[in-house]
């Protein structure tokens, strides 16, 4: 579906987008997985239950993402930190999904590059329209 809640036709510029999400509770994995496959079904959702687990999957997949969606607060490697490597590396936008709604980590995440914030819970109207945050080029070249 597109912002104006249609769902996406097939062959659009916007259909068929590959998305990394990643969540270190399997719970939240499932709820924004069944979102986002709700909210246009010609998504792909890939999951990850770390940010060294989500760099390994980019690192091995040759056709590419076309967004990450992160949570904030994870052992090891947080979100941000992981937005940063990815900006880096790969160059494909973030979305951080926290919890934790200071004003301070909104602003820190958009600041290193975020294409957005979304607090949890996750709602539906919450990810409606994060498919105009998808990278443009994948798209292109299919």
Known sequence: MNS??????PGSA??????LLVDDD???LTIVS???TMLNHEVSVTTATSALDALSILRVDNV???LVVTDHHMPGMHGLQLLER????????VIVISADERKMLIRESLERGAASFINKPVKPED???IWRF????RNARL
């Open 14 to 19: 916007l259909a068929n987008i590959k998305i």
């Open 4 to 9: 104006e809640g249609r769902r996406l036709r």
């Open 26 to 28: 399997s719970t939240i």
């Open 134 to 137: 998808a990278k443009p080029t």
């Open 127 to 129: 990810l409606q329209d």
């Open 34 to 36: 069944t979102l986002l």
């Open 86 to 93: 990815v900006r880096e590396e790969f160059r494909i936008p």
């Open 64 to 66: 590419g993402f076309d």
